[in-house]
C-alpha cells in the first residue's frame, strides 16, 4: 500500500470538493426550485427524488462485478467520473437553447433524463472508491483522513451556499441555473482529476466466465456464508432506516412551533454539525475504532429522538436533529471501512455493492412508508420507530467481529 502524501492530500481533498459541487446540485433545495421555476408538478419534483434514490444502489452490483477484474482502478473511475460530469455540463450550456426553442415540458423531461444518467453514474461510486481508498490509505488513518476533509468541505460550504444565492439573485433565470450547474460540474471535474494521479498499486484480478444471474446469486450468497457480513449488513439496513426520519424534524418544526425561519436554523445546525462532527468523529475512528465509532453515533442518536420524544420544545427538538445528524455522519464515516474491515480482499466490491444495494432498497421504501406514518399515525410514532431500528442497528453492531487491520 503506498502512503504517500500524494495520496493522503487526494483522500482529503476529495470529500471537500464533492461536498462543494454537489451543493449546486441539493435535490433538497437547488432541484426543486429549478423544476418548480419551470413549472414543473410535484410528480416531476417527486420523479427527481427517485432518480437519486435508484441511481444509489441500481448500478452497484453490475458494476463490482466489473471493478473484481481490474488490476488498477483509480483511472476507469476518473473516465467514468468525467462522462458523467461533462455530460451534465453540455445539459447546462445548452439550458437557454431549450428553453428558447422547446416549450418548458421538453426542457423538464432533458433535465430528468440527463439528471437520470448522472444519478446511475453515482451508485458506481461505493465499489470503486472503498476499493481504492482500501489502497491507498491505512485502515487506521481513513476515517481521520475522510473526516477532516468532509470537515473542511462543509466549512467552504457556507461560502458556497453564499455564492449560490449570489447566482440566484443577481442573474436571471434560465442563466443563473447555467451558472449554478456549470459551476458545480467544473468544481466535480476536478475532483475527478485527483483519481489521474493517484498513486495506485496493482491489485491481482478474478477472471471467470459465470453468467450475470450467477455472479448475482453468488454475490447475495454472501450474507448466507458470512454470518459477521450478515450481522453488519443487517445492522446497517436498520440504521439507514432510522435516519430516513432526518428530513423530517423540519416539517415537524415547522407544524408544531410558530415565529422561527426554519429553513435558515436547520440548514445552520446541519453544518455546523457536519464540521464539528465529522472532525471529532474522523478523529475517533483513530483513537476508538470505526465499530466504536458507529456505536458511539447510534448511542448519541438515540439520545437524540428520546430527548425529541419526552421534551416538547424547539429547542430539545433541534438538540434531536443535531445528535441525529451525528448519527448520519458516523455512519458516512465509518460503514465503508467496517465493510472493508471483514471482507475478503477479492470480494470488497461484490459486500460494499450487496451492503449498499440492500440498505439503500429498503431506506427508499422507507421514504415511501413515513408519509402515510405522518399523515395516519403521526410524527411521534415516526420518530419511535426510528428509535427502535436504531436500538436493533446498535445490537447488531455489537455482534460484529473485525477481521482484519491491513
Excluded: C
Excluded at 476515517?143 to 476533509?149: L, Q
Excluded at 439573485?169 to 475527478?192: C, E, H, K, Q, W
Excluded at 436498520?238 to 429553513?263: P, R, W
Excluded at 465529522?278 to 476508538?288: K, Q, S
Amino acid at each position: 500500500m503506498k502512503r504517500s502524501g500524494k495520496n493522503r492530500f487526494i483522500a482529503f481533498i476529495d470529500p471537500a470538493l464533492f461536498i462543494n459541487g454537489m451543493i449546486f446540485l441539493n435535490i433538497n433545495t437547488v432541484v426543486p426550485y429549478f423544476l418548480i421555476s419551470l413549472s414543473a408538478s410535484n410528480f416531476h419534483i417527486s420523479f427527481a427524488n427517485f432518480l437519486v434514490t435508484l441511481g444509489s444502489f441500481l448500478p452497484s452490483l453490475l458494476v463490482a462485478r466489473f471493478v473484481q477484474r481490474l488490476k488498477l482502478k483509480a483511472k476507469i473511475f476518473a473516465k467514468l467520473l468525467f462522462v458523467q460530469r461533462i455530460s451534465f455540463l453540455i445539459f447546462s450550456l445548452i439550458l437557454p437553447f431549450l428553453i428558447k426553442n422547446f416549450d418548458n415540458s421538453f426542457t423538464i423531461y432533458a433535465f430528468l433524463f440527463f439528471y437520470g444518467i448522472f444519478n446511475m453514474f453515482v451508485g458506481t461510486y461505493g465499489p470503486f472508491y472503498f476499493s481504492i481508498i482500501n489502497k491507498i490509505i491505512p485502515y487506521s488513518e481513513r476515517g481521520k483522513i475522510i473526516g477532516r476533509g468532509s470537515a473542511l468541505g462543509n466549512l467552504v460550504a457556507i461560502l458556497t451556499t453564499y455564492v449560490l444565492n449570489l447566482y440566484l439573485t443577481r442573474f436571471s433565470f434560465p442563466y443563473n441555473f447555467v451558472l449554478i450547474f456549470s459551476t458545480g460540474m467544473i468544481i466535480l471535474l476536478v475532483d475527478a482529476l485527483l483519481f489521474y494521479i493517484i498513486d495506485e498499486p496493482e491489485d491481482e484480478t478474478i477472471e471467470d466466465s459465470i453468467s450475470l444471474k450467477t455472479f448475482l446469486l453468488n454475490a447475495f450468497s454472501s450474507l448466507k456464508k458470512d454470518s459477521n457480513f450478515k450481522n453488519l449488513v443487517f445492522s446497517l439496513i436498520f440504521l439507514g432506516l432510522s435516519l430516513t426520519s432526518i428530513s423530517y424534524f423540519i416539517v415537524y418544526a415547522t407544524k408544531s412551533f410558530k415565529g422561527y425561519n426554519f429553513v435558515t436554523i436547520f440548514n445552520l445546525v446541519a453544518i455546523t454539525v457536519s464540521i464539528i462532527g465529522n472532525y471529532i468523529l474522523g478523529e475517533l475512528t483513530r483513537i476508538l475504532g470505526y465499530k466504536e465509532t458507529l456505536s458511539l453515533g447510534m448511542v448519541l442518536g438515540i439520545l437524540g429522538l428520546f430527548l425529541t420524544l419526552i421534551f416538547k420544545n424547539i429547542y430539545f427538538l433541534l438538540s434531536g436533529f443535531a445528535l441525529l445528524n451525528l448519527t448520519f455522519v458516523s455512519n458516512i464515516l465509518t460503514s465503508g471501512f467496517l465493510i472493508t474491515s471483514i471482507s475478503p480482499k477479492e470480494e470488497l466490491p461484490v459486500y460494499l455493492a450487496v451492503s449498499n444495494t440492500l440498505t439503500m432498497f429498503l431506506s427508499s421504501i422507507m421514504h415511501i412508508l413515513n408519509g402515510f406514518i405522518i399523515n395516519y399515525i403521526g410524527f411521534d410514532a415516526l420518530f419511535w420507530l426510528s428509535l427502535g431500528f436504531l436500538v436493533v442497528s446498535l445490537f447488531s453492531i455489537g455482534r460484529v467481529v473485525i477481521t482484519s487491520t491491513s
